[in-house]
């Protein structure tokens, strides 16, 4: 066994860094991690799993952790360090399931837009923070942004203003009344509990004004959750089809109106940057697990860490969490500080935070394949949860803009690109 | 989606390879086996999926009714009679059209062929062991699944065994009385470990190799828990622990290290074979994908130049591993027309052209499921299951360390790696 985890030390100079971990390290260690191996097959009925997320987002309180104190928050999204905390988290609850991960960033990405200082909205926060403080049952908040005809053109704000937007809002008296279609979203397939909805007002249109964001609980009449996907891998979230049907919610679910919704619906994109933090919490555990695989198993004879020409591949994966690592705090200590480091919405931010994100993924993707490469046979089975972690990883490479918006956002801003 | 319907375009031939090492006959077995591809397995993947006892079932009709596992056997043993090595072209062509399929079938159907040509290719294996495997691959109306134990990582805590190629024999066999007695403790077989019907294993001797033939119901085989393994489902798995178990005399054969590098050479024909398959029907999907998928709310997939450079790598990654894996077979069958000869040079020659090939495979997959969004990751499409198998074909294969071990052995005179 491991002696000595050089990951498991704090990497920013936050004194409350070793709290937080060792809270959800334990819970890894004794809730998750002994069960992980039942997950690929619990992915429909979510049983096994459900009960992990609520242990950790109801009973330890992370469901309600962006809300303002005065709503009976934690306040995360007041304070100036939301991102850096969340980072924290997201990779400790990686290291042990990327997909529960996934639930619990659904817990904060939909709220960011009405929780997090410099808007926060307070009326809905009211409104919608009483579902959350629970701590005996998990709350599900889900983020649906993509369409059947793609997603990454709705994430593509900046070039096409929700022109391809088809999921519609209209304004009926005091109401919206929302019809549309959407794919994907994690903390779906029956879980969600509220939804931010991303609709257009006017089809077609390519101005920012027409792009609203609406929160739809989910119980109301007209919306239906599908079936959840089978996937190659994140059982542990849960994505389905939701339709809405002449939906009907009061006029003030919308965030915050014409222009502004489009404006830090592309703060929530540039969060989306922590995506970095799944990545290296995956590989800190695919880095323990080696330390144990190679200890163990011989080559010619050898243990395969006394291999020289096996050590050179284990230092490169070493040298790879180390610096994916140092990127995504820094990246994440960026979107913490937009007094110091820009708005988190402008286009600069979102660019560093494609560009950190596809760094990232593709790195920790590759390093992955490494460790299933050196262990042989034993790569491909479930028993040492490696080839679980690559299934996972691979999404987050996939989903959020997918490789190619984060490329051409990347370069659009940094060689001031002016077609892409 | 289209999935499930076959294509009207054979992408095959979009993928170059050369035609004039393949004569009619083998141009016919591989049309049966791309029949068989399309019909059976292709037309009914949303319809069964994973789904073991369909695999099952359309592995018998390749191997039995299609004959592909009597193909290389000669005729006076029961077999179709195409000659080794000649047939390593026919072979590529029929794996990868079955590597198009399933690459879990093509795996375990591989297995029992590259076993089958090593043995036959073996002079010193005598008759009796010949005759008593054309049997079992010529005559049985089933599928007789032959699970292979060969050299691979060793355990700290397991009593050492002789290495070849700096790979860990997992097995041992002693001569006692007038038979032999065969241990291994929770070996890890290279496929089917849990539901073959035999074991072919590679076992050291006192001085040098034994390989043993024995029948999975013998008493003193034990089978470990089935494992759950990324991909490659047909092939059921399990470690394997042998307990003195008894056999007799033909059931053993001696062999030395060529037997080890023959078959392995095999097997990476093969299973390179599968690679460029599976990776032509990913092709198929991410161009049916790219040719309806508009993005920017106008333009086609296809028609971005950044997305165009990626479906082209994924292109030239199978151009590219499609001549190569022809390459091989015609090296193996022909190896003075490279310049090269048999045994040593094969070795190392199948060891890099399978590294290079599965690594672009995997690439271009990797490539295609990046173009295709969640639908890539999603079991819908089942791009992500060619992604899957090959992955778990690629680490059964070793991985790239000991390949490259053994090229440095081979060109540079490298010792102790
Ligand atoms: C496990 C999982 C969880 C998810 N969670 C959520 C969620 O919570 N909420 C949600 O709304 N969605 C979610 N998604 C969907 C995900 O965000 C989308 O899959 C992603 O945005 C890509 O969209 P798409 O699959 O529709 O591909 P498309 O948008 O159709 O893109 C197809 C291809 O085109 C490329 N491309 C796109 N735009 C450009 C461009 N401008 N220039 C060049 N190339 C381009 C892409 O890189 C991609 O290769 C999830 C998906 C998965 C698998």
Known sequence: MIKRNPFSKKITSSPVEPYVRKIVRDWADNVVIPKRRLYDEDWAEHVIIERAITSLIAEKGFQKALFPAEFGGWNLGQSDYPATFAGWLLEEVSRADAGICMSLVLCFWPLVMITVKPHVNRRLCAEFAPLFLTDKESRFAALAMTEPQG???????????????????????????????????SNTGGLADLMGVVCTTNPGS????????????????GVTQGKPYEKAGMAADKNSDIWFEDVRVPSWYRAWGPGLDALYFREVMALGGLACQVCTGVMMNVYEILYDFCSEKTLNGRPLKEHDAIAAELSEIVAAIEVCRATAFRLAAILDRPDRYGQRWSPEIIAKARANKMFVADRCMEECERAMNIMGTYGADREWDVEKHWRDLKIVQLFEGGKQLCQMESARHFFDCATL | MKEGQSDTINSNSYFPYPKEWLDAESEDIAESVRKWADNEVIAKRLQFREDLEHQMRTLAILAVDIGLHRLIWPEEIGGVGFPLPDASSTLVRAYEEIGRADPGIGYISAANIALAATLLEDQGIGGEMKKKMAAAFCDSEDVELFSLILPGLGDINAKSHRIVSGREVQAELQNEGNGWILRAERARPFNSGYNASMYGVLASLPEGLGFAVIEADKKGVERGELLKTTGLSASLNSDVSLRDVRLSDDAVAFVDESFYKRLSAWMRLLTGSIAVGSAIDVYRLVKDWADNRVIKGKGLLRDNPMDAAVLAQVAMDIVNSRLLIHNLARAMAKPGVFGIGGGDDIFILSG????????????????AMEMMGSAGYSKEWHVEKHWRDLKTMQVYLGGRTPVEMDVARYYYGSDVL
């Open chain 1, 151 to 185: 997603g990454c053109d709705i994430e593509n704000v900046d070039l096409l203003h929700g022109k391809t937007i088809k999921t519609t809002a209209v304004l009926d008296g005091d109401e919206w009344v929302i019809n549309g279609h959407k794919l994907w979203p």
């Open chain 1, 206 to 221: 390519d101005n920012d004004d027409d792009i609203a964001y609406i929160y739809v609980p989910s119980h109301l009449d």
């Open chain 2, 352 to 367: 890099v052209i399978s590294v290079r090939v599965l690594d672009d495979c995997m690439h271009a997959i990797n490539r």
